[in-house]
């Protein structure tokens, strides 16, 4: 089953490229209602550009909800909208009932404000058998919230992945 987005933001498209390449994005995005934590030697990077990360995630900041593994590749087609594909998933605890998982999420201009709004477009195909509907109905309550923050965050990712602040640019 798929969960999808479909958002106009306030921000630039390359900002918007930039945020979704952040982990403290991502975990402004999945908050309050999920906190994750890196599990890697290092800590979470700066910005994630085609890599594997394990973080471990909680509900609330107080319940396990397991381990998953965040593997992000990125794609450009030829009409130019760029995607970030998650193809990792949940790895141990509660979120290990998730037997498939494939997030999307796709950045164009927007075409009346092409240098000022960005058309986000985002998809999570998720599969968990029999329990496949239960698990859609909360991925998608997540989504919803997701969105909130994401409406909320846009508008300084301008200033935040400006152009001089931008490590990875167009890919």
Known sequence: MRVRLNLLLDC???????????????????????????????????RWADTEH????????????GTQL?????????????????????????????SRWHHRMAINPDPAAPDSRTRFRDALDVGAGVLTPVVWFGFWVFWQLRAQQLRRLAPGWAVQFGPATSAGGRS
């Open 12 to 46: 630039p498209p390359d900002a918007a490229w930039e945020a979704v390449h952040s982990p403290a994005v991502f975990q402004a995005v999945s908050g309050p209602i999920t906190t994750a934590q890196s599990l890697e030697a290092n800590g979470f990077p700066d």
């Open 54 to 65: 394990r973080v471990r995630l909680r509900m609330l900041g107080l319940l396990p909800m």
């Open 70 to 98: 965040i593997a992000l590749r990125d794609e450009t087609r030829a009409d130019g909208t760029r995607i970030v594909h998650d193809e990792g998933g949940p790895l141990t605890g509660a979120m290990s009932i998730v």
